[in-house]
């Protein structure tokens, strides 16, 4: 009796056991992961810009407001019409240094040390910088402590002080990154990529020298700022925890009394042409085992029509998943990067660049199978799943551009800067959204220009096997030694 009592609590316990194990593998079984392609997400929403406000002072600086209460924090950004393009050739570096100083050097009221320790006190940031084609300056602040943190921006931006304990830290900080420019042999690759493209006297390419930076003087410093830093060049944009008539009446206070100089401002784009038309260039550096490969020719500008699809082709060339990817890397295993890329500029004409690395024996066959690649985009149509893929890979990409305000905002004070409509992506995402196969074999056909492309290998030209000379073009040594200054 025990026996069979015993008997039928086992049975009773496995019962529960096996129910107990459907009732858990019921969700998993329901859960059964699909293929990816059998997925369907819901349309993205519309996008929509923030509420915003532009208006312009008496003395021509424009501004724009964005409020955005989500955080206790206020962040703004200035916009400089000037850039490194627009220095003397015989002072490359100027641009750069000036915008460093003016925040480094302190101002006329506070010295750098002080400087510093008032912004720290507050936890907030001051920041300036010129680049290629403007300069800017920045700020980060708590709410609570906009008002002394931009009387502090202000003067930066009106009153820096260009302290010469600073201006001499900053040339020896630059001569420390000339010594050290052929430390990293992607960095060599770009750095004469744009020469061979541009020109290496171009303002686009041209790089700092020990020379350039030895004629460059404090008073340099000075007058390029009050050249090029003024109200009616420049655009203010201010978003974050803060009332807009409160703030109008702060950015008069503090920017509303400067004045133009009386000088007419005269600021001319330089333009740029491709240098080397043609040709195969090495950058001989005996220590490495794999090679920095870059080919390409000059580009184009952003407000060209047929942009939108050559930035289709370029997410059928270089997307996850794309041509190159996976033919070359993947397929082949010649490359452990490899990329093609339509890069355009705002307002002179970008570059076409493909390249990679790869290890150094396998250097031509890469170069091979990226001219193959660009080839047969120039010949075949490419496939309806392709082109698909590359637009809702571009149109998805759209939610992360607007992330947050101060995104959008800085978009807005981009193209007002480059003379672009405001609505400039929606008209670029519309042209994505219309592209097809035709246009995109089109523009291949016009854009990527294999007579034109010129190719520059950064590696141990003795290890390259087959040699280069095998790809049927003069080989031609790029000399990077760093120029010494004359005694």
Same mark, same amino acid.
């Given at each position: ?344 500029? =705002?307002?002179? &004409?970008?570059?076409? #660049? ?6 150094? $024996?396998?250097?031509? %066959?890469?170069? @091979? ?77 016009? =854009?990527?220009? &294999?007579?034109?492309? #010129? ?6 030209? $003795?290890?390259?096997? %087959?040699?280069? @000379? ?18």
């Amino acid at each position: 009796m025990k026996k069979r009592f015993k008997s039928l609590s086992w049975l009773g316990l496995m019962a529960i056991a096996f129910l107990l194990v459907l009732t858990f593998r019921s969700p998993a079984i329901a859960q059964t992961p699909r293929p990816y392609n059998q997925i369907q997400f819901p349309p993205l929403p519309e996008i929509k810009l923030p509420d915003y406000e532009r208006y312009q002072l008496d003395n021509g600086m424009v501004v724009y407001l964005m409020e955005d209460h989500q955080l206790p924090l206020v962040g703004g950004t200035a916009i400089i019409r000037t850039g490194s393009r627009l220095e003397p050739a015989e002072k490359v570096g100027l641009a750069g240094i000036t915008g460093l100083l003016m925040r480094t050097g302190g101002t006329q009221q506070h010295p750098p040390s002080e400087l510093n320790e008032l912004l720290e006190q507050r936890a907030a940031i001051i920041e300036t910088s010129i680049g290629t084609t403007s300069g800017t300056a920045s700020f980060n602040v708590l709410k609570e402590d906009l008002q002394p943190v931009f009387e502090l921006f202000a003067q930066v931006v009106q009153q820096p002080a260009f302290d010469p304990q600073q201006f001499e830290l900053a040339k020896t900080q630059q001569q420390g990154e000339i010594a050290r420019r052929n430390d990293d042999p992607g960095d060599i690759a770009s750095r004469e990529f744009r020469k061979l493209i541009y020109g290496e006297n171009s303002p686009y390419a041209r790089t700092v020298e020990y020379t350039t930076l030895n004629n460059i003087s404090r008073e340099d410093i000075k007058s390029f700022y009050q050249t090029y830093v003024r109200p009616d060049q420049m655009i203010l944009g201010i978003v974050g925890d803060f009332n807009s008539q409160e703030m109008k009446t702060l950015i008069k206070e503090k920017f509303g009394s400067w004045q133009a100089p009386k000088t007419p401002f005269k600021s001319v784009v330089p333009p740029a042409s491709q240098n080397k038309n043609n040709g195969i260039f090495v950058v001989q550096q005996p220590q490495l085992s794999q090679s920095n490969i870059l080919l390409g020719h000059l580009g184009g500008e952003l407000n060209d029509p047929d942009y939108p699809a050559l930035s289709v082709l370029n997410e059928v060339l270089s997307g996850f998943g794309g041509r190159l990817f996976n033919e070359v890397r993947s397929r082949q295993g010649l490359a452990y990067s490899v990329y093609g890329i339509w890069q355009a500029n =705002y307002d002179f &004409p970008g570059m076409f #660049v493909a390249g990679g690395q790869t290890r150094s $024996e396998m250097t031509v %066959p890469f170069v @091979k199978a990226l001219l193959t690649e660009i080839e047969k985009v120039r010949t075949t149509p490419i496939t309806e799943e392709e082109l698909a893929d590359a637009k809702e890979s571009i149109l998805n990409s759209f939610v992360f551009k607007f992330e947050n305000p101060s995104q959008t905002l800085s978009r807005l004070m981009t193209y007002e800067y480059y003379g672009y409509p405001k609505d400039f992506i929606f008209q670029y995402q519309k042209a994505v959204k219309n592209t097809t196969e035709e246009d995109i074999l089109k523009v291949a056909q016009k =854009y990527l220009q &294999p007579q034109e492309t #010129v190719t520059l290998v950064v590696g141990n030209n $003795e290890q390259i096997n %087959p040699p280069l @000379k095998s790809l049927g073009a003069q080989i031609q040594t790029v000399d990077v030694a760093i120029k010494q200054p004359k005694s």
